[in-house]
């Protein structure tokens, strides 16, 4: 089941998506994390921020409706004591990073870059809430690439960088075209969808509601460019899910809100995807 | 934590459970589970998080109650679940022999004083729940135990009558008087707090009843320990929806987790005002 994602050798496509992991221990005590793919962190910025007000999440039918702010200790924090852990746990590490400017997000990439252990860097280029979060807010395709180029010059070349998209069906194809241009290794699509709270706060929608959508923004993609890496996030909740995005030509998947429904998800479809294999063999 | 416990034993499940009944106690349905291999990790004050169907992402989570043989079952949950909206509504639904997925227990427990010392136990409404099985283990452990039991009304009143077997004497509180002394237990505290000579405060109940129990512990010379119900919406720390303020040891503030951090917290340490306002919506 071993992948390669952007010249990261992977054990299984299945990886943790941003946000839905907390800080790894807790799901480290439903299955070792190293029997995943890879671990990624929730979006870490430069300095701490304290996230937004309750409620942060909703339950919509078949989703749920997140406003968490991008809560998280700040990037030195995180440097000191929860990426030592992560690394120590033997999964691959990529770090979700988000900052307010172009500059920050250099700072961040930099940064990181010298921190043993990074395996990849995710660029949070669409985070449902950026506007009133502080965060650089990618609107056109051109500002993604932007803070792509950022990161890009400013890493290792070892360290590849996925660029997570927002789940726009009409201007995926175009965003990811010029991520891959910046340097991105590759494509992940797509993020949690643009929506609002019951109170009308700016929110994230996601879970198995917004699958489809996915899944068609993942073909536009594939369909437009042939050699792009593609990883498929949005509603996968089972080995079957997997299938259908492995199908339609992603690399590798993230698990994201099955594993707030079910903390052992992202393991369950692992040994689901390992005894089909075996099944075969 | 101790080396002498085994840190596999303190790490939560998850499982398929099956109902083995429902019985409606006043207001509120005592929910009796099996759960393979959770009765035995119970430690007063931590919770299970079950699951509704496919479509309802969010868990509902609940105080353990009793841990008890039933039947055949070398060890079943006893849980109090109140009836508020469809998913509540579905599990008190549930015939015998219903499948649910169910996960624990979850949190810290209550910190158990070294010493026979005197405690009083303030429970409000079905967040009464936990401290029975306390009062149990406090009495093991030879401490004199006193219990304040409050309600908005004689059927909002989690087992009065057990109440009296378990502690040296009991105080019961309703809103409107329908039983025991007429008021809230902000109106007793400061009398049973005195009667007792309470060296420590366990409190479980709405944020109003904890703050009170926090804040007449500390006019006391009372330790308090408070049980923090937010709501959750994974109950396992992964997704950051439930933050609570609170001081550290070393004097600085900072926001953690209902469910992973607590829910039970030093009354002392906890932000009360802070939390009421993040708790508005």
């Known amino acids: 089941m071993s992948t390669d994602l952007g010249g990261l050798a992977l054990a299984n496509p299945v990886l943790v998506a941003s946000g839905c992991g907390g800080t790894g221990r807790e799901l480290a005590a439903y299955g070792a994390l190293s029997e995943l793919g890879g671990f990624v962190t929730r979006s870490i910025t430069l300095n701490p921020r304290a996230g937004g007000p309750l409620p942060r999440i909703v339950e919509t039918p078949s989703g749920l409706l997140h406003a968490v702010g991008l809560q998280n200790p700040g990037l030195e924090p995180f440097l000191a004591t929860e990426l030592p852990w992560l690394v120590q746990q033997g999964t691959r590490v990529v770090v979700s990073i988000a900052g307010g400017s172009l500059g920050e997000y250099a700072e961040i990439a930099r940064r990181l870059g010298r921190a043993p252990g990074v395996a990849a860097i995710e660029v949070n280029l669409s985070s449902p809430d950026a506007p009133t979060t502080g965060v650089f807010d990618v609107r056109e395709p051109f500002h993604a690439a932007s803070v792509v180029a950022a990161v890009h010059r400013d890493l290792p070349r070892g360290i590849p960088v996925l660029a997570k998209l927002r789940t726009d069906v009409v201007r ?27 109170d009308g706060r700016q929110a994230g929608l996601s879970g198995p509601a917004v699958r489809p959508l996915a899944l068609r923004c993942v073909t536009e993609v594939r369909a437009a460019l042939p050699d792009a890496q593609i990883v498929g996030v949005g509603g996968i909740v089972t080995a079957d899910d997997v299938r259908t995005f492995l199908a339609a030509g992603v690399t590798a998947v993230q698990i994201g809100t099955a594993l707030l429904h079910d903390p052992t998800a992202a393991a369950r479809i692992v040994a689901d995807l390992q005894s089909d294999r075996e099944g075969a063999a | 934590m101790s080396q002498a416990v085994d840190p596999v034993a303190r790490t939560p499940l998850h499982v398929t459970g099956e109902v083995l009944g429902v019985k409606k106690v006043g207001a509120y349905h005592h929910l009796t589970l099996v759960a393979p291999g959770i009765p035995e990790r119970f430690r007063p004050g931590t919770f299970v998080a079950l699951s509704v169907g496919e479509s309802r992402l969010a868990r509902r989570c609940f105080w353990i109650h009793r841990v008890k043989p039933v039947g055949g079952y070398g060890a079943t949950l006893q849980l109090v679940v109140e009836a508020v909206g469809p998913g509540t509504r579905c599990l008190t639904g549930l015939a015998p022999g219903a ?21 009083v136990l303030v429970g409000d409404g079905y967040a009464t729940a936990p401290l029975f099985p ?3 283990r406090l009495r093991e452990r030879g401490c004199a135990v006193t219990l304040v039991v409050a309600g908005a009304d004689e059927a909002h009143l989690l087992s009065a009558l057990e109440a009296r077997r378990s502690a040296r004497s009991v105080t019961v509180v309703t809103a409107d008087g329908s039983v025991g002394r007429r008021g809230t237990v902000a109106d007793v505290l400061d009398e049973v707090l005195d009667r007792a000579a309470a060296e420590v405060v366990y409190a479980a109940g709405p944020l109003a009843t904890l703050h009170a129990a926090a804040a007449a512990a500390e006019t006391h010379g009372a330790w308090s320990q408070t049980a923090v119900e937010r709501p959750l919406s994974c109950a396992t720390g992964l997704c950051q929806g439930c ?3 609170v001081v550290g040891e070393d004097g600085v503030s900072r926001l953690v987790r209902a469910c992973a951090d607590g829910p039970v917290f030093r009354g002392d340490r906890v932000r009360w005002a802070d939390l009421t306002v993040a708790g508005l919506a």
């Not at chain 1, 010029?178 to 992940?188: C, K, Y």
């Open chain 1, 172 to 198: 995926v194809v175009e965003s990811a075209r010029t991520v891959l241009e910046a340097g991105a290794a590759a494509v992940v699509v797509g993020n949690a969808l643009p929506a609002a709270m019951p």
């Open chain 2, 99 to 119: 499948r649910v997925e169910v996960t624990g227990p979850l949190g810290r427990p209550f910190a158990l004083p070294k010493e026979p010392v005197s405690c």
């Open chain 2, 134 to 136: 306390l009062a149990e």
């Open chain 2, 243 to 245: 933050p609570v303020p």
